[in-house]
């Protein structure tokens, strides 16, 4: 399995990303997919989630409404498009997916808001 974000970048309080994640070596139709983050000094916490088809997707409280997570099972693509960014939205972004019980992540990608 490997998983590789890019897509990060400094940007500016209000700004917009958007962040990809490329998947390979497992069938990336057949798992649900992840986007966590982690903020320096704190935990990793999760950001959302997208069922395998795209049909279903569940966000953290203090994203929703401004993320929004979608996929390309063609591609093998995971996406996040990050909108009206705040200062506390500054983290390392991974993707994840979990497979026969073992949780995989890429090397993530750092998003840094600020003026």
């Known amino acids: 399995v490997q998983l590789v974000e890019s897509g990060g970048g400094l940007v500016q309080p209000g700004g917009s990303l958007r962040l990809s994640c490329a998947a390979s070596g497992f069938t990336f139709g057949d798992y649900e997919m992840r986007w966590y983050r982690q903020a320096p000094g704190k935990e990793r916490e999760w950001v959302a989630t997208?069922?395998?088809?795209?049909?279903?997707?569940n966000y953290a409280s203090s994203v929703k409404g401004r993320f929004a997570i979608s996929r390309d099972n063609y591609k093998q693509m995971l996406y996040l498009h990050m909108t009206g960014l705040k200062l506390e939205d500054t983290a390392v972004y991974y993707c994840?997916?979990?497979?026969?019980?073992?949780?995989?992540w890429g090397q993530g990608t750092q998003v840094t808001v600020s003026s």
């Open positions: 997208i069922s395998n088809f795209g049909i279903t997707t």
């Open positions: 994840s997916v979990t497979r026969g019980g073992f949780d995989s």
